[in-house]
């Protein structure tokens, strides 16, 4: 168990926009940052951080909270893995007591799959550094490969013994389920077919030194493994299979170590090997990842486009991979993103010339040698095309549907007039061809799209469909939170209206002002119609603002929220940000001004306590009248008396309503 009072200082320590930028690009939007949500596929911003309620909202799946919120919904880590990473993040020291083996036995399946692998990172790591085979065959390679001792230690590069079933037989020792050592590929079991029973176990990595894949956040997913022999039946390299912690296409070699210079820098390079990403963060230059030698994937793009919209793709000079590249081009340009491509000298490659090269010549290199994919593009196939006219119409017509992938239409324009200068071809030419390929994308999707809607030409009787009832009482109930929670400790004057009778006798609305805090208003006045949430998550953060208040504790949204369960949060979450959704779209530029709910809070709560008041009333109205067929005769007159009373009140509160709106316009 974590104490409270680590707890508490991890929240007090915390900073939900330094975390959340570890994996977002964020942008300043007035007080907030905005950027692209993590969770969904999208274009435009719809992510808003709070530095001064330290919240998060997105907007487009609904998910919000705080640090810890973020954290458990981005990286699926339990509570305490996140207090966990924080206190690491910021060199808080936490104390907690050691798992016992039934403790690891009741972890669920993927926390043990996290924890297995966590386990042969750092066994791997040890038995590099630490044995004597280690040190003379892994660690020799990694010397050789100009690897300082400070670089393995960051990367936890390790060595796998060269037996049988070592890694496995240590792990099992120390408790391990070798259910989960199978599941995440680290050992490979054989079964007697008649039985069905484990007869054999053997270590997947056996012989190899050791690559983690970390994620984003830090945790251990899977490995890559290289062999050191010259057997030509084994593969040189050899990565972790598919599990449900790891999945190749959406890892990207290196993102934990680069995330925040890729932030920085607003770019990121992009290599395809392990060591080529390690040679050149030992050079200095530490905003690289890898695609781990597999195709780019849409999925790896987006990790990229979170932190980024600049892509630089590093290639050695080999002509077939060349050609095969550009194949990623169309894919990045897809999601928006600006890519450059820099190939290195014959017989070069990432970190060999890493390694030959200071950081300052390297950097100028990248510089001089990062062209636009559209130039790059060119002088690779005008290559190929020689002097042949119909090559070199396919390879127009090749450059111009990379530009048809670009979404935005100004890009697209100016890297047509790019390409006309190129391959010396008139605009007009060329912005025909990209007309008929975006028509035909265009009518292929519609394609796709009916095949997945309903029958074409299908008359549907909107009478007949059913509409999404909203639920007046829901949005009442949570419109008097916002406001305790938005203003609750603000004195305003609000006005009651009393029933009087004048000297003719007719009965008239007087206005009563009062000084009162809002909290005390909502209290005094729910008390004094006998009013509860009819939502019972309402009613108990109803009960915890208000005592907060009665204790004369202004609400800090950080702690407040920090001390709710995750429904709560979400709530008082979706709250604090809704009006924030507003800066997303800058509409006061566009000169549309949002009413701010400062400028009459009186009138707000006035209205929806009157509005509670009168729903309550109608509802209690009808539950009376459905009563009215199961009373005897005489119990028949009492029920309608009450009926009349309920209608006289339901009157009054329709005047009192109509003449508060009618005061505030």
């Known amino acids: 168990m974590i104490s409270k009072s680590t707890i508490d200082q991890v929240f007090e320590t915390a900073r939900v926009e330094e975390v959340i930028g570890d994996f977002v690009q ?114 020799s390679y990694f010397k050789e490969r100009g690897f300082t001792d400070e670089t393995i230690k960051k990367f936890q590069l390790g060595y796998s013994p060269d037996s049988w079933d070592a890694f496995t037989s240590e792990a099992i020792k120390k408790a391990y389920k070798l259910e989960f050592l199978e599941k995440t590929g680290l050992t490979i079991v054989k079964e007697d077919a008649s039985t069905g029973s484990a007869t054999k176990t053997f270590d997947r990595f056996k012989g190899r030194v050791m690559f983690p894949i970390l994620s984003m956040s ?45 932030a920085k820098e607003d770019n990121c390079y992009l290599v395809e090997g392990y060591t080529d990403v390690i040679q050149f963060t030992q050079t200095g230059i530490h905003n690289v990842v890898s695609s781990s030698g597999t195709a780019l994937t849409e999925e790896q793009i987006r ?77 690779i196939l005008v290559d190929e095309t020689k002097n042949d006219p119909v090559k070199k119409a396919d390879t127009i017509r090749d450059m111009v549907v990379s530009i048809s992938k670009i979404p935005d239409v100004i ?19 060329l912005f025909n061809s990209l007309a008929q390929i975006l028509s035909k994308n265009k009518k292929e999707q519609a394609k796709t799209t009916s095949k997945n809607s309903e029958k074409p030409f299908e008359v549907v009787n909107q009478q007949t469909q059913p509409t999404e009832k909203v ?12 406001l305790l929670l938005l203003y609750g400790d603000a004195e305003e004057t609000f006005e009651d209206l009393i029933l ?33 949430f009819t939502n019972p998550l309402f009613q108990e953060l109803f009960n915890a603002i208000i005592e907060n208040y009665q204790h004369e504790t202004p609400i800090q949204t950080d702690s407040f929220i920090a001390q709710l369960e995750f429904e709560k949060a979400k709530i008082i979450t979706d709250i604090f940000m809704e009006e924030e959704k507003y800066q997303l779209h800058d509409w006061e530029r566009r000169e549309i001004y949002v009413k701010n709910k ?68």
């Open 26 to 139: 964020l942008k300043k939007a007035g007080s907030n940052f905005k950027g692209l949500s993590p969770f969904t596929d999208e274009r435009s911003p719809s992510f808003m951080v709070s530095p001064v309620k330290q919240i998060w909202k997105d907007f487009s799946s609904g998910k919000g909270g705080n640090v810890v919120a973020f954290l458990m919904e981005h990286e699926h880590f339990t509570y305490p893995e996140a207090i966990k990473y924080l206190a690491n993040k910021y060199g808080i020291e936490i104390e907690e007591t050691e798992q016992s083996n039934e403790e690891k036995e009741q972890a669920n399946e993927r926390e043990s799959m996290y924890l297995v692998s966590e386990f042969a990172k750092d066994y791997f790591h040890n038995t590099l550094l630490k044995t004597e085979e280690g040190k003379a065959i892994g660690l």
């Open 218 to 262: 830090g945790r251990t997913l899977g490995f890559g493994g290289r062999i050191l022999t010259n057997d030509k039946k084994a593969a040189k390299y050899l990565n972790s299979p598919e599990s449900d912690i790891y999945h190749k296409s959406k890892v990207l070699y290196g993102i934990f170590h680069a995330k925040q210079a890729i």
């Open 303 to 379: 990790l990229v486009n979170r932190l980024t919209k600049n892509i630089t793709l590093l290639f050695d000079g080999d002509a077939a991979g060349l050609r095969a590249s550009l194949r990623g081009v169309d894919l990045i340009l897809e999601q928006g993103m600006n890519v450059k491509i820099c190939t290195f000298p014959e017989g070069e490659d990432p970190d060999s010339f890493a390694r030959k090269n200071s950081l300052e010549e390297l950097t100028l290199y990248l510089e001089e040698n990062a062209r636009d994919f559209i130039n790059f593009k060119a002088s």
């Open 411 to 429: 890009k697209r324009e100016i890297y047509v007039q790019e390409c006309s200068r190129i391959m010396d071809i008139s605009e007009e030419v």
């Open 471 to 482: 639920d007046v009482k829901f949005q009442l109930e949570m419109k008097i939170l916002e």
């Open 500 to 532: 009087q009778a004048n000297e003719a006798g007719e009965v008239t609305l007087v206005p009563e002002k009062k000084e009162l805090k809002v909290h005390q208003k909502v209290f005094l006045d729910l008390q004094q119609d006998e009013m509860e």
């Open 598 to 665: 400062k400028q009459s809070i009186s009138q707000l709560l006035n209205e929806t306590i009157l509005h509670l008041r009168k729903l309550l009333i109608a509802k209690q109205i009808n539950s009376l009248a459905e009563e009215i067929n199961q009373k005897e005769e005489e119990e028949k007159q009492d029920v309608l008396q009450t009926i009349f009373e309920y209608k006289k009140l339901e009157v009054m509160l329709s005047r009192k309503l109509e003449t508060v709106i009618r005061r505030f316009e």
